[in-house]
C-alpha cells in the first residue's frame, strides 16, 4: 500500500462517508431530523410519597431541595459551589436543606459549615434516619420535595438526582420553574448538559467530534493545569475565586467539569442564541484554529462539524469512536501532512544550509541504512520520504525535509508560499502529529517529545 493512502488523510475525507444516496446540506450536514423539544424538560414522572424523619420533616415548609452530601467524598466538595449557586437562584420558589450523612463527623460538620458558609441550614443524618426513610445510599445526591398535600402525612418528591453531577444545575431550575427558556440568560453560562437536555441530536454529534475530545488530549500531555494550553482546549476558563469559582467556567483538574472540552458555548457563545443573539458561530473557529496550527480550512471545517452526523449512530458506536479518538486512532485532517509529489532534500538545502547540515547528523538521514537493503514497502513507509509520484520513494535520502515538512514542491519554487506543517511554535498540537506517523507506540514505544524533538530540532 502506498504511503499516501496507508499514512496521509487527504482532507476531502473530513466530510466522513457518506453512505450513497444520503442528502446533504451546503454545509455538508445531514438533514435535521427535527427541532429540539423544550417540553422534555417539562414532563413530570408523578411525585413520590415519602416520610421524612421529624428533623428533616419540620425543615419543609415548601419546596424544598434536600442535599444529601458527606464531608468524606471529594464530588460531594466539588458539586458544593454549582448547588450553592443554584439555591441562590431558585431561593423565590424553593428553600435548599443540606444533609451531611452519618458519615460526617461532628468536627467535620463544623468545619464544614465553617468553610462553605452555607446561605442555608445544614443539619447532620447521624441516626441515618433520613438515609433510611428515603433509601438514598450515595452521595452527593439531590431530592427536591413538596409539602404534604391536606390531610395525608406523607412529603411528595418531584425530582431525584441520583447522584448529583456537575453541570446540571440548570436542567434542575428549569425543571422545577417549568419554564425551560427562562432560565437561559445571556451571558450565563450552563454547560454541555444543560444544552443536550433539549438539543439531544446536537449533543450526540458533537460528542463524536475531536471538540468532545479537547480537554483530554492536553491533560494526556501532562499539561491540564496549563491555562495557556486550556484556552482553546476548554468551553470557557473560570477566573472567578470565592465561593462561586468553578461554577462558571472550568478550573484545571476538573475533568467532569460541564465546561470541560470545546462545548457548545464555545462557538455559540454563553447560553446560546436564546436570552439575545449569540452572534455568529462561525466566526469562533479563528480564535482557535489560529494560522500554522494545523491547516484549518472553514469550509471542510464546517463539514467536520455537521450537527447532525450522529443520526442512525448506536450509543456503542460512539463509544467506540469517543474512544478511538482518545488513543489518537483516528486521522486529524488539518494536522496531517498533505498529500502530493516532493523535490527532494538536495534541492530545499541548496537554500537551507544551517537546517540541512544539521540534519546530516540525525539518525533520520540515514534511517534507510537500518532496513540493510532496498527495505520492503511497509518498511520504507517511515524509513524513507515519499517520491515525485504516489507509491514512489526517496530512499536515498531516507527521513529526508520532506517527510516532516510535508511536499514542498510549490515552496520551493517560489519561497513567499510557505510550507505547511511544522512551522508552528506549537510542538504539542502541530509538531508531535508529524512524528507520531512514524514513532508510533508499537516501533517506539518509550516516545516523548519532550526528549526527542531537541535531538532533531535544527
Ligand atoms: C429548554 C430547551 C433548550 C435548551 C436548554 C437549549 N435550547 Fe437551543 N433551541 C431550543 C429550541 C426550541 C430552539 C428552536 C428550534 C428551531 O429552530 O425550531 C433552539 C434553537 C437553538 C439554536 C438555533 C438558533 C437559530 O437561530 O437557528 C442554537 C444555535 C441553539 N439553540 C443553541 C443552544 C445552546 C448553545 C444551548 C445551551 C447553552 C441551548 N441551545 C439550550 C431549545 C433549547
Ligand atoms: C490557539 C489555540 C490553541 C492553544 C493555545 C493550544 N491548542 Fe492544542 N490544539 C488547538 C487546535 C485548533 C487543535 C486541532 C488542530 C487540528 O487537528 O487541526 C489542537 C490540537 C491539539 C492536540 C492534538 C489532539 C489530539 O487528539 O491528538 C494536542 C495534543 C494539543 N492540541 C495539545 C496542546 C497543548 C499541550 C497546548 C499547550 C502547550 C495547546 N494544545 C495549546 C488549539 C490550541
Ligand atoms: C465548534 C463550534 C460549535 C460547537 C462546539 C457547537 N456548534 Fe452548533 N453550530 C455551529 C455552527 C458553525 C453552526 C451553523 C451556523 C450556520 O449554518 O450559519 C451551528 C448550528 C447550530 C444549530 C442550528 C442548526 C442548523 O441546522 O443550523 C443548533 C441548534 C446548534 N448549533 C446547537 C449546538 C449545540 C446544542 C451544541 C453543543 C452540543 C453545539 N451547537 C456545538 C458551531 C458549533
Ligand atoms: C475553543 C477553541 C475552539 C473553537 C472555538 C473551535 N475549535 Fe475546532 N478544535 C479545537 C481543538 C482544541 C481541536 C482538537 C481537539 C482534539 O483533537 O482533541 C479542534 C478540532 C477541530 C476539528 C477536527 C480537526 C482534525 O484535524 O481532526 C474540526 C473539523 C474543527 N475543530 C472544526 C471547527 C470549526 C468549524 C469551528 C468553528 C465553527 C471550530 N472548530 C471552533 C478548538 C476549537
Ligand atoms: C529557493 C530557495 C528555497 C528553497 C528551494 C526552499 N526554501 Fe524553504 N524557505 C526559503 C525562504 C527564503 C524562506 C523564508 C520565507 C519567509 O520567511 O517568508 C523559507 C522558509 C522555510 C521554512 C520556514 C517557514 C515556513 O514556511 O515554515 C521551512 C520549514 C522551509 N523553508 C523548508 C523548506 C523545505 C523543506 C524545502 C524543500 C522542500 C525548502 N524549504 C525549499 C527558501 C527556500
Ligand atoms: C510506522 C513506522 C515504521 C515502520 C512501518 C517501520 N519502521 Fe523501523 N523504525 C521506526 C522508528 C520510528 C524507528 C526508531 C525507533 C526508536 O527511536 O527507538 C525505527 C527503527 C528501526 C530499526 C532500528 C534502527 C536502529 O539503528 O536502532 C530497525 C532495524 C528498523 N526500524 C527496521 C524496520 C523494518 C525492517 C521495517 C519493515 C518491516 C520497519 N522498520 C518498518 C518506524 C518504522
Ligand atoms: C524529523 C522531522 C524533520 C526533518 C526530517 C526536517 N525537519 Fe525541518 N523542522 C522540523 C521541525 C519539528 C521544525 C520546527 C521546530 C520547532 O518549532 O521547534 C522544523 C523547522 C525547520 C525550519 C524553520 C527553522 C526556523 O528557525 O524557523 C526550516 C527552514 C527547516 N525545518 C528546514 C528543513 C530542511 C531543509 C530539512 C531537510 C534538510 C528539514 N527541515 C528536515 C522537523 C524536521
Ligand atoms: C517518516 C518517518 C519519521 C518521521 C516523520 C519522524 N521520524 Fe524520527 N525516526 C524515524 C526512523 C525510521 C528512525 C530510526 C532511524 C535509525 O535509527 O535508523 C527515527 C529516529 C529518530 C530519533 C533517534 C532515536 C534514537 O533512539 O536514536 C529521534 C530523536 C527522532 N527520530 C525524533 C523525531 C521527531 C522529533 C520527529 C518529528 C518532528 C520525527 N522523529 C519524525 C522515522 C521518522
Not at 330 to 336: H, K, N, S
Not at 351 to 379: I, K, N, S, Y
Not at 420 to 431: L, M, N, Q, R
Not at 434 to 445: A, K, L, M, N, S
Given at each position: 500500500?502506498?504511503?499516501?493512502r496507508?499514512?496521509?488523510v487527504p482532507i476531502?475525507?473530513?466530510a466522513?462517508a457518506?453512505?450513497?444516496?444520503e442528502?446533504r446540506?451546503?454545509r455538508?450536514?445531514r438533514?435535521?431530523p427535527?427541532p429540539?423539544d ?6 413530570q414522572?408523578?411525585?413520590q410519597?415519602?416520610?421524612l424523619?421529624?428533623a428533616?420533616?419540620e425543615r ?5 431541595l ?8 471529594p464530588h460531594?466538595?466539588r458539586?458544593?459551589p454549582?448547588?450553592?449557586a443554584l439555591s441562590?437562584?431558585v431561593?423565590d420558589?424553593?428553600d435548599?436543606l443540606l444533609i451531611?450523612s452519618?458519615f460526617?463527623?461532628?468536627e467535620d460538620?463544623?468545619?464544614f459549615?465553617e ?13 441515618t434516619a433520613?438515609?433510611r426513610a428515603t433509601?438514598?445510599d ?9 409539602p404534604?398535600?391536606a390531610?395525608?402525612?406523607e412529603f411528595?418528591v418531584t ?6 453531577s456537575?453541570?446540571?444545575a440548570?436542567?434542575?431550575e428549569?425543571?422545577i420553574?417549568g419554564?425551560?427558556m427562562?432560565?437561559?440568560?445571556r ?5 454541555v ?6 438539543h439531544?441530536e ?6 463524536v467530534?475531536a471538540?468532545?475530545?479537547a480537554?483530554?488530549?492536553v491533560v494526556r500531555?501532562?499539561?491540564?493545569d ?8 476548554v ?7 470565592g ?9 484545571p483538574g476538573e475533568?467532569?467539569?460541564p ?24 466566526a469562533?473557529?479563528?480564535?482557535c484554529?489560529?494560522?500554522g ?8 471545517g464546517?463539514?467536520g462539524?455537521?450537527h ?7 450509543d456503542?458506536?460512539?463509544?467506540k469512536q469517543?474512544?478511538e479518538?482518545?488513543?489518537g486512532l483516528l486521522?486529524r485532517p488539518f494536522a496531517?501532512?498533505?498529500d502530493g509529489p516532493?523535490?527532494?532534500?538536495s534541492?530545499?538545502?541548496?537554500c ?5 547540515r544539521q540534519w546530516r547528523q ?9 532496513l ?7 518498511c520504507?513507509?517511515c524509513?524513507a ?10 530512499t536515498?535520502?531516507?527521513v529526508g525535509c ?6 514542498g514542491v510549490?515552496h520551493?519554487?517560489?519561497p513567499?508560499?510557505?510550507l505547511e506543517?511544522c512551522?508552528?511554535p ?10 507520531v506517523?512514524c514513532?508510533t ?18
Amino acid at each position: 500500500m502506498a504511503w499516501t493512502r496507508h499514512l496521509l488523510v487527504p482532507i476531502a475525507l473530513l466530510a466522513v462517508a457518506a453512505t450513497p444516496g444520503e442528502s446533504r446540506d451546503a454545509r455538508g450536514w445531514r438533514p435535521r431530523p427535527g427541532p429540539p423539544d423544550p417540553t422534555v424538560l417539562t414532563r413530570q414522572v408523578p411525585p413520590q410519597p415519602v416520610a421524612l424523619p421529624p428533623a428533616v420533616a419540620e425543615r419543609v415548609g415548601r419546596r424544598t431541595l434536600l442535599v444529601y452530601l458527606s464531608t468524606h467524598c471529594p464530588h460531594c466538595v466539588r458539586v458544593m459551589p454549582e448547588i450553592a449557586a443554584l439555591s441562590r437562584r431558585v431561593s423565590d420558589v424553593a428553600d435548599t436543606l443540606l444533609i451531611l450523612s452519618g458519615f460526617s463527623g461532628e468536627e467535620d460538620t463544623e468545619s464544614f459549615v465553617e468553610t462553605w458558609k452555607p446561605s442555608f441550614p445544614v443539619i447532620r443524618d447521624a441516626d441515618t434516619a433520613f438515609a433510611r426513610a428515603t433509601g438514598l445510599d450515595a452521595t452527593p445526591s439531590l431530592l427536591v420535595v413538596d409539602p404534604p398535600l391536606a390531610g395525608a402525612s406523607e412529603f411528595l418528591v418531584t425530582e431525584a438526582w441520583l447522584p448529583y453531577s456537575r453541570g446540571v444545575a440548570a436542567v434542575l431550575e428549569m425543571r422545577i420553574r417549568g419554564e425551560p427558556m427562562a432560565v437561559l440568560h445571556r451571558g450565563e453560562p450552563v454547560g454541555v448538559l444543560a444544552c443536550s437536555a433539549c438539543h439531544a441530536e446536537e449533543a450526540r454529534a458533537w460528542f463524536v467530534t475531536a471538540h468532545a475530545n479537547a480537554t483530554w488530549a492536553v491533560v494526556r500531555k501532562q499539561r491540564g493545569d496549563d491555562l495557556s494550553c486550556l484556552a482553546c482546549h476548554v468551553t470557557l476558563l473560570d477566573r472567578t475565586s470565592g465561593p462561586e469559582a468553578g461554577v462558571f467556567g472550568y478550573r484545571p483538574g476538573e475533568a467532569r467539569s460541564p465546561f470541560a472540552d470545546v462545548g457548545c458555548e464555545a462557538c455559540h457563545t454563553a447560553s446560546g442564541p436564546h436570552d439575545g443573539d449569540g452572534g455568529d458561530p462561525r466566526a469562533a473557529c479563528a480564535r482557535c484554529h489560529v494560522a500554522g496550527h494545523g491547516r484549518f480550512d472553514p469550509d471542510p471545517g464546517l463539514a467536520g462539524i455537521d450537527h447532525f452526523q450522529a443520526q442512525g449512530w448506536t450509543d456503542e458506536a460512539i463509544r467506540k469512536q469517543r474512544l478511538e479518538r482518545a488513543q489518537g486512532l483516528l486521522p486529524r485532517p488539518f494536522a496531517d501532512l498533505p498529500d502530493g509529489p516532493t523535490v527532494g532534500a538536495s534541492r530545499c538545502a541548496a537554500c537551507h544550509e544551517v537546517p540541512a547540515r544539521q540534519w546530516r547528523q540525525t539518525p533520520h538521514a540515514r534511517a534507510m541504512e537500518a532496513l540493510q537493503g532496498p527495505g520492503t514497502e511497509a518498511c520504507v513507509a517511515c524509513h524513507a520520504t515519499p517520491g515525485e509520484e504516489t507509491g514512489a520513494w526517496r530512499t536515498d535520502e531516507s527521513v529526508g525535509c520532506e517527510a516532516c515538512h510535508g511536499p514542498g514542491v510549490a515552496h520551493a519554487e517560489d519561497p513567499t508560499i510557505p510550507l505547511e506543517t511544522c512551522k508552528s511554535p506549537h510542538p504539542e498540537c502541530a509538531v508531535e502529529r508529524v512524528c507520531v506517523r512514524c514513532h508510533t507506540p508499537e516501533r517506539d514505544p518509550d516516545w516523548s517529545l519532550r526528549t526527542a524533538l531537541p535531538r532533531v530540532a535544527h
